[in-house]
């Protein structure tokens, strides 16, 4: 099944393996949708400068990187375990860790209750290959803010079958923010 969406049961069976597709899963029956798993929110960052992307990694000056990342600054959840967050841009970590094999990618969409309260979440694509607990920017649109609980699901993330697998991931972010 060349090129096609994951529906449940393909998802199922994969969690099964080893290793599975996404570890670290909450509730299986909640998170595993009919065409994706939901991931939760684990920590916020806001942004506290500015980052740099070069045109050209080849072309970089020897002492400048290609891209650099900008300081972030943690958002601390309160004594119940929520956060209200004004609006603005976020960096947002999630809980669970993806581990896809050579013929899987994925796609990550917000779960439609976040787009309802005013705010969205921006992912890249997911490669086949990649290992790690991915991070998304979220931007909250809504004026008056959004609280958010540790543990929320906020990301629904869509596995695709890749239509002859061969190169896979090797980036800068392959096994990010994996535990020990």
């Not at 998802?11 to 949708?33: H, M, N, S, T």
């Not at 009919?34 to 050209?56: F, K, M």
């Amino acid at each position: 099944m060349s090129g096609g969406v994951l529906g449940r049961a393909a998802l199922l069976a994969r969690l099964a393996a080893d290793p599975p597709l996404v570890r670290g899963l909450g509730d299986v029956a909640r998170q595993v949708q009919p065409h994706g798993i939901d991931l939760r929110l684990e920590s916020v960052w806001t942004l506290a400068d500015a980052g740099a992307i070069e045109a050209d990694p080849a072309a970089s000056l020897p002492d400048v990187p290609d891209r650099r990342l900008p300081a972030r600054a943690p958002v601390a959840f309160d004594a119940t375990g929520r956060v209200h967050l004004a609006p603005g841009a976020y960096v947002v970590r999630f809980l669970e860790s993806v581990h896809l094999p050579a013929d899987l990618m994925a796609l990550g969409r917000p779960r439609s209750t976040l787009l309802r309260c005013g705010a969205a979440l921006h992912t890249a694509v997911w490669d086949a290959g990649y290992a790690g607990r991915s991070e998304a920017l979220l931007t909250v649109s809504n004026p008056h803010g959004l609280w958010l609980a540790r543990g929320a699901r906020l990301l629904q993330l869509v596995f695709f079958h890749v239509e002859a697998p061969g190169a896979t991931y090797a980036g800068a972010y392959q096994g990010e923010h994996l535990r020990p």
